[in-house]
C-alpha cells in the first residue's frame, strides 16, 4: 500500500508495550529491572551515577530525551519506606541530576516525580524510582499527540556517557 506518510519505527518499544520483561511480582531480585541494573555492563544497565544508597539510570523507555530515574538500591516500594539516610540521598541526587541535565543539555524545565503502586501508573512497582524528565520549550509537538511516537534524537548509551562524564566534573 502506498501513501504519503512518513514512518518512523521504533521496533525496541514492543517489549514495553508488549509487557515483556516486566517483573511476575513486586518482589526483590532477577525479575526486578532496578535490582538488576547496578549489576549489568554499562551499555545494557545504563547506570551513569552510583551513590552509597542510590545510584541514577536512564530510563530505557524515555518519556523525552534525557529522562532518568534515580533509585535506592534497596528493594523498596514506598517512600515512607525509606530511611532518612535514603531520602537525603536520593534528593542530593536528584539536585545534582537537574544540575548535570542543564549543563549537557541546556534543559528549560523539568517533570520530577514518583508514581507510588501499580494504581498511580508505576510501570515497576515494586521498586521505588523518582523520575527526572527534562522539559524544553515546543519539546510537546505532533508526534506524540497524533503520531503516538516520541523522537528521541540520542541513542541511550550515548547519552548515559554523556551524563557520566558530566556526573564525575560536578
Same mark, same amino acid.
Given at each position: 500500500?502506498?501513501?504519503?506518510?512518513?514512518?518512523?519505527?521504533?521496533?525496541? !518499544?514492543? =517489549? $514495553?508495550?508488549?509487557?515483556?520483561?516486566?517483573?511476575?511480582?513486586?518482589?526483590?531480585?532477577?525479575?526486578?529491572?532496578?535490582?538488576? +541494573?547496578?549489576?549489568?555492563?554499562?551499555? @545494557?544497565?545504563?547506570?551513569?551515577?552510583?551513590? @552509597?544508597?542510590? $545510584?541514577? =539510570?536512564?530510563?530505557? $523507555?524515555?518519556?523525552?530525551?534525557?529522562?532518568?530515574? /534515580?533509585?535506592?538500591?534497596?528493594?523498596? %516500594?514506598? $517512600?515512607? #519506606?525509606?530511611?532518612? %539516610?535514603?531520602?537525603? @540521598?536520593?534528593?542530593?541526587?536528584?539536585?545534582?541530576?537537574?544540575?548535570? *541535565?542543564?549543563?549537557?543539555?541546556?534543559?528549560?524545565?523539568?517533570? *520530577?516525580?514518583?508514581?507510588?503502586?501499580? /494504581?498511580?501508573?508505576?510501570? /515497576?512497582?515494586?521498586?521505588?524510582?523518582?523520575? *527526572? *524528565?527534562?522539559?524544553?520549550?515546543?519539546?510537546?509537538?505532533?508526534?506524540? =499527540?497524533?503520531?503516538?511516537?516520541?523522537? /528521541?534524537?540520542?541513542?541511550?548509551?550515548?547519552?548515559? #556517557?554523556?551524563? +557520566?562524564?558530566?556526573?564525575? !566534573?560536578?
Amino acid at each position: 500500500m502506498t501513501d504519503s506518510w512518513d514512518r518512523l519505527y521504533t521496533p525496541h !518499544r514492543m =517489549v $514495553y508495550l508488549r509487557g515483556e520483561g516486566k517483573p511476575e511480582n513486586h518482589d526483590a531480585g532477577e525479575q526486578c529491572p532496578f535490582c538488576r +541494573a547496578p549489576g549489568l555492563p554499562v551499555d @545494557e544497565g545504563l547506570v551513569f551515577a552510583r551513590g @552509597e544508597l542510590v $545510584y541514577g =539510570v536512564l530510563n530505557l $523507555y524515555p518519556y523525552n530525551s534525557g529522562h532518568l530515574m /534515580i533509585c535506592p538500591y534497596r528493594h523498596v %516500594a514506598d $517512600y515512607p #519506606d525509606l530511611t532518612p %539516610a535514603e531520602v537525603a @540521598e536520593l534528593g542530593a541526587f536528584t539536585q545534582k541530576a537537574m544540575r548535570v *541535565v542543564r549543563d549537557v543539555s541546556g534543559a528549560h524545565g523539568f517533570n *520530577v516525580g514518583m508514581n507510588q503502586g501499580a /494504581i498511580s501508573g508505576a510501570g /515497576i512497582a515494586g521498586h521505588l524510582h523518582q523520575h *527526572v *524528565v527534562p522539559r524544553w520549550g515546543g519539546d510537546s509537538n505532533f508526534m506524540p =499527540v497524533i503520531g503516538g511516537t516520541k523522537v /528521541i534524537p540520542q541513542l541511550l548509551n550515548d547519552t548515559r #556517557d554523556l551524563l +557520566a562524564e558530566a556526573w564525575e !566534573r560536578q
